[in-house]
C-alpha cells in the first residue's frame, strides 16, 4: 500500500511563500492523480491542485489560480506546491492524495482515494 509523506508546512506572513512536498512510496503511472487537498478550520476538506503523473493534466482550484503551483519530480517520488501571496484565508491543514484512475471526478470528491497523508500545518498570519 502506497504511503505518502509531506512536509514544508508552518507559519508565513500574508504575501508570503512556502513549498509544500509529498514523497511517496512508490510512484508510478498506476497512481495516475497526485494533489493536494486542505481543510480550514470548520470547513470541509477541499482540493486545491492535482495532476496526472504522466503530467497531462493538472488542475488549480479557482480560489488559488495564480499563487499556488502544483509540480512533479517522479524520479524523487515527489509532487510539490508551490504556494506564493498567502492570505490567512490559506490557513489549513493541507493533505496529500494519490488516486489510480486519473484525476476523475471521485479523486475531486474524495472517493476511492488509495492514499492520504499525514497532513501538514499552514498558518498564515501577521
Known amino acids: 500500500q502506497v504511503q505518502l509523506v509531506e512536509s514544508g508546512g508552518g507559519s508565513v506572513q500574508p504575501g508570503g511563500s512556502l513549498r509544500l512536498s509529498c514523497v511517496a512510496s512508490?510512484?508510478?503511472?498506476?497512481?495516475?492523480?497526485m494533489g493536494w487537498f486542505r481543510q480550514r478550520p470548520g470547513k470541509e476538506r477541499e482540493a486545491v491542485a492535482a495532476?496526472?503523473?504522466?503530467?497531462?493534466?493538472?488542475y488549480h482550484a479557482d480560489i488559488v489560480k495564480g499563487r499556488f503551483s502544483i509540480s512533479q519530480d517522479s524520479a524523487k517520488r515527489t509532487v510539490y506546491l508551490q504556494m506564493n501571496s498567502l492570505k490567512p484565508g490559506d490557513t489549513a491543514t493541507y493533505y496529500c492524495?494519490?488516486?489510480?484512475?486519473?484525476?476523475?471526478?471521485?479523486?475531486?470528491?474524495?472517493?476511492?482515494?488509495?492514499?492520504w497523508g499525514q497532513g501538514t500545518l499552514v498558518t498564515v498570519s501577521s
Open positions: 492524495a494519490a488516486k489510480r484512475g486519473g484525476c476523475n471526478p471521485d479523486y475531486f470528491n474524495r472517493i476511492g482515494i488509495d492514499a
Open positions: 512508490e510512484y508510478t503511472v498506476s497512481l495516475s492523480c
Open positions: 495532476m496526472t503523473t504522466r503530467g497531462s493534466y493538472t
